[in-house]
């Protein structure tokens, strides 16, 4: 079975600074992929950062960016410059391909609070 | 583009009665998924559909929850009866690609509350 582990239910990081959230998985597969999502206070879902299993290069979208470690089964996403919007809940998340049929496997989630 | 659209935001009912959630996805977007999150939980996947038929729904408690997707866009997530366990957000999540690794995009969700 797939698992997601995030091991810092919350953090606390203030304007400007840098912040690094936590992830684990657990799987047999080799071809997967990885996501970030941030889930605002409204709680819409939004997708963060993706990476792909296959590719060595770290993903980065801006002041996101990813630590991928296959070996070590370890995805952790920094945020440069934190700003008071990316106050929310992320939540890391896996998929891996069945056919058709796909799931997503999402970690218990971190609460980050950007601080003045 | 438009997101993915649900519909109510909010909902309280009390345990027994019956309950019914709607989601229009993406344009286009043939697959859609159902999830259930719990407080304080991440969201548990309840069913996907491609395009009209269901490929997997092995976590829908299927004894009160149904699910259906009749033209292939929009689709409905019922509860019958409902029990205090039932309180959660319900998220639609849609994605483009058939196979299984297109990236899904999240509705605002349906909050529940059972009392």
């Known amino acids: 079975a797939q698992t997601v582990t995030q091991s810092q239910p919350e953090m606390s990081v203030q304007e400007a600074e840098t912040v690094t959230l936590s992830c684990t998985y657990d799987t047999s597969e080799n071809n997967y992929y990885l996501f970030w999502y941030k889930q605002p206070p409204s709680r819409q879902m939004i997708l963060v950062i993706r990476?792909?299993?296959?590719?060595?290069q770290n993903a980065t979208e801006n002041r996101f960016s990813v630590n991928f470690q296959k070996a070590a089964k370890s995805f952790s996403l920094k945020i440069s410059d934190s700003q008071l919007g990316d106050t929310a809940m992320y939540f890391c998340a896996f998929i891996f391909p069945t056919g058709t049929a796909s799931k997503l496997t999402f970690g218990t989630g971190t609460r980050l609070q950007v601080t003045l | 583009e438009a997101g993915v659209a649900q519909s109510p935001r909010y909902k309280i009912i009390e345990k027994r009665q019956s309950v019914a959630f709607w989601c229009n996805p993406i344009s286009g977007h043939a697959t859609l998924y159902w999830y259930q999150q719990i407080l304080g939980q991440g969201p548990k996947l309840l069913i996907q559909f491609q395009n009209n038929g269901v490929v997997d729904d092995s976590q829908l408690p299927k004894d009160r929850f149904s699910a259906e997707r009749l033209k292939g866009v929009d689709s409905t997530l019922k509860i019958q009866p409902a029990k205090l366990e039932d309180s959660a957000v319900y998220l639609c999540?849609?994605?483009?690609?058939?196979?299984?690794?297109?990236?899904?995009?999240f509705g605002p969700g349906t909050r529940l509350l059972v009392l």
């Open positions: 990476q792909e299993a296959y590719k060595q």
């Open positions: 999540a849609s994605s483009l690609a058939l196979g299984s690794l297109g990236t899904q995009y």
